[in-house]
T-cell receptor, first 114, second 113 residues
Framework: AQSVSQHNHHVILSEAASLELGCNYS??????LFWYVQYPGQHLQLLLK??????LVKGIKGFEAEFIKSKFSFNLRKPSVQWSDTAEYFCAVNEGSSASKIIFGSGTRLSIRP | NAGVTQTPKFQVLKTGQSMTLQCAQDMNHEYMSWYRQDPGMGLRLIHY???????DQGEVPNGYNVSRSTTEDFPLRLLSAAPSQTSVYFC????????????FGQGTRLTVV
C-alpha cells in the first residue's frame, strides 16, 4: 500500500530563512506527487505537482520541489520564507496510471517569526 | 461556477445521532472522495467513488456510509455519531484520467459531544 512520510511535524523559521520540508513515499510504480498548503482556517490548495518530465517543479508563491526517484523523495523548498507562508503543508501521492485515491502525509506545520 | 461545495460548515451532534454531510460539485469530475483531518494525522481517506453508482472504502471507513447516485453529489452519512468522529471533514474531486489533481471543498467542522 502507498504511504507518505513527512518527518518534520513543526518547523519554526525567521523571515527570510530558507525552507526545506521533507517528503518520502513508498510505492514502486509510477506516481503523481503533490504538495498542498492549508492556511489557517482554510481548505487545502494545490501548491505544486509532479506528473512527469523535469524533476524540478515550480509552484506558486516561489515554492519548488524536486522529485528524486532513487530516494522516493519529493522535498519542498523555498529560498526565502515570508510571514504569510505560515500554514500547514501536506505532501501527497497517487498512482500515476489513472486517477486513484490520493494518500496524504501527516503534514508539517510551518510557523514564521516576523 | 461554485467548484466543490460542502454543507454544513459547522455541526454539533450528540452521541448516537445521525447526520449527512453534503458534497456537491459542478466541475463534472468523476472521482469524489471524503477525508477527515485530525491534528498530527494529516488527511485520512474515508470513502471514495470513481463514478455514479460506484463507491469503495478508504483507510478509515468504519462508522460512515456513502452513496453516489449522481455525478454531482457524494453525501457522507454518520449512522450513529461518536466522539471519535469529532474532526474536520473535507470532500475532494478530480477527473478520473491520469495526471489529475484534487480540488477540495471548504470543509465541515463536526463536533460530537
Amino acid at each position: 500500500a502507498q504511504s507518505v512520510s513527512q518527518h518534520n511535524h513543526h518547523v519554526i523559521l525567521s523571515e527570510a530563512a530558507s525552507l526545506e520540508l521533507g517528503c518520502n513515499y513508498s510505492y514502486g510504480g509510477t506516481v503523481n506527487l503533490f504538495w498542498y498548503v492549508q492556511y489557517p482556517g482554510q481548505h487545502l490548495q494545490l501548491l505544486l505537482k509532479y506528473f512527469s518530465g523535469d524533476p524540478l517543479v515550480k509552484g506558486i508563491k516561489g515554492f519548488e520541489a524536486e522529485f528524486i526517484k532513487s530516494k522516493f523523495s519529493f522535498n519542498l523548498r523555498k529560498p526565502s520564507v515570508q510571514w504569510s507562508d505560515t500554514a500547514e503543508y501536506f505532501c501527497a501521492v497517487n498512482e500515476g496510471s489513472s486517477a486513484s485515491k490520493i494518500i496524504f502525509g501527516s503534514g508539517t506545520r510551518l510557523s514564521i517569526r516576523p | 461556477n461554485a467548484g466543490v461545495t460542502q454543507t454544513p460548515k459547522f455541526q454539533v451532534l450528540k452521541t448516537g445521532q445521525s447526520m449527512t454531510l453534503q458534497c456537491a460539485q459542478d466541475m463534472n469530475h468523476e472521482y469524489m472522495s471524503w477525508y477527515r483531518q485530525d491534528p498530527g494525522m494529516g488527511l485520512r481517506l474515508i470513502h471514495y467513488s470513481v463514478g455514479a453508482g460506484i463507491t469503495d472504502q478508504g483507510e478509515v471507513p468504519n462508522g460512515y456510509n456513502v452513496s453516489r447516485s449522481t455525478t454531482e453529489d457524494f453525501p457522507l452519512r454518520l449512522l450513529s455519531a461518536a466522539p471519535s468522529q469529532t474532526s474536520v471533514y473535507f470532500c475532494a474531486t478530480s477527473y478520473r484520467g491520469p495526471n489529475t489533481e484534487a480540488f477540495f471543498g471548504q470543509g465541515t467542522r463536526l463536533t460530537v459531544v
